[in-house]
């Protein structure tokens, strides 16, 4: 565990780092919070930062479904027209702290980017420890060469779930609050069913989080082992649009899982469709 590269880095890191010729910075921060109200996002960000808009831009725009995954090709030209080569070594980050950032982590590995990270505490961390900021979003400064690597194997359709259900070797987990996972809170979404996915397990992903940061690798491998059932080979993450369930994602690997998969339709499909199977 100990040879692993964490995707994990932190302000103090930042700091001595940020101006590397070889740094991409991106804010990932979404509009809308977990509860469906706007993110009050702070007139500021972090020193050199460029906008990743994976909510409205750089997603599937051919789906009603929320922020889905592009081609490989739409996203290889977003990120050159972010300046990112293939070498480039990608710090993301929220405004919210660790929300949608670890959203932004995963696509690049989706998309077969290693060099990728996130900014432990986020933007709020940043301004509290005095880090260099700024009022507007920086541009590239030339056109990046990077090449998608599509890893199929890291996005589950609803169909690959549905088959799931009966297969013991994987294991669906759902990133949301215990209350929307057993129906006992409302759908953020008006239409959506209550419930979860037949046969998943619940780590709520603020359980991941203390103070606005991760918590420390111990107590996330804790956390993991006591829902991680022993005879699963594939962990898939869901949530309510395919974001905390890349948090999910994110600290998994950082405790060594292998086989990582995200649902990337999440609640926002699986709730809508009366054909797919739910428990409460």
Known sequence: MNNRVSN???VEWLKQNLHDSNLIILDATMKIQPNGNPVEQAPVYIEG???????????DQNTDLPHMLPSADEFQQAAQKLGINSDSTIVCYDAMGIFSSPRAWWMFKAFGHDKVFVLDGGLPKWIEAGGATQA???LPKQTGNFQ???KPEMVF?????LESISNQKIQVIDARSKGRFNAEEPEPREGSRGGHIPGASCIPFPDLLD???FKDKHQLSEQFYSVV???????VFSCGSGVTASVLALVADECSYENLSVYDGSWAEWGMRTDLPIEK
Do not use: M, P, W, Y
């Open 229 to 235: 059932k022993a005879d699963a080979e594939r962990l």
């Open 148 to 150: 998608s690597k599509f």
């Open 211 to 213: 103070d606005g940061f």
């Open 8 to 10: 994990i880095v932190s």
């Open 49 to 59: 930062a460029q906008e990743f808009n994976f909510d409205t831009e750089i997603c």
């Open 157 to 161: 359709s609803a169909e690959q779930v």
């Open 136 to 138: 507007n979003f920086s």
